[in-house]
């Protein structure tokens, strides 16, 4: 990957070190938590996984303390692929956002990812998918419990 700025100034080591030092703070104030797959000492797959206050649905049935997950950064490298390593890679995410006691977990599919997630319970939800970690309400059904 290369990135560059106005037609050619490559910019890739000033980003990489903003990223790096972002994510760093990031992971040390418990709002990010991140996994690596290594093969050897080669980085091979990731995912990540942000905790974020939930912002009040429009029934209103969160509580101003609870939370949710937002999942990013999952990614396999091609010759990896198709063995179960994202899979494997998102059961110790999802271990992570339970041990949090996060309402439920959020994410953008790409065309690659969608059969991952809805293998693994997520749901399409306005333009997101989303994996509710916590039973709905009784008075909460159809669409509206994914909010949970
Ligand atoms: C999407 C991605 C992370 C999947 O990684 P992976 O390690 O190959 O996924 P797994 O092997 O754990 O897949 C588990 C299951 O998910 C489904 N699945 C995964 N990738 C799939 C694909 N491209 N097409 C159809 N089903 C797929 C399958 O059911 C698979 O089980 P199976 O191989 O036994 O049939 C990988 O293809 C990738 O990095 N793509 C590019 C980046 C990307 O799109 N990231 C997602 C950002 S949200």
Redesign the pocket.
Known sequence: MRIVKDGGIPEEAALRAGLEARFARSIASGKVAAWLCLDGSRPV?SAALRIDPCRPGAAGRLAAADREGY??S????AP?????????L?GLLLEEARSHGLVRLR???????R???L?LGFADFRGTMVLPLRDPPRRCLGPRSALY
């Open positions: 797959a999942v990013f999952v990614y396999t490298a990896f692929r198709r063995q179960g390593v994202a899979a494997a998102l994410l953008h599919p790409t065309d690659d990812s059969p991952l997630y293998g």
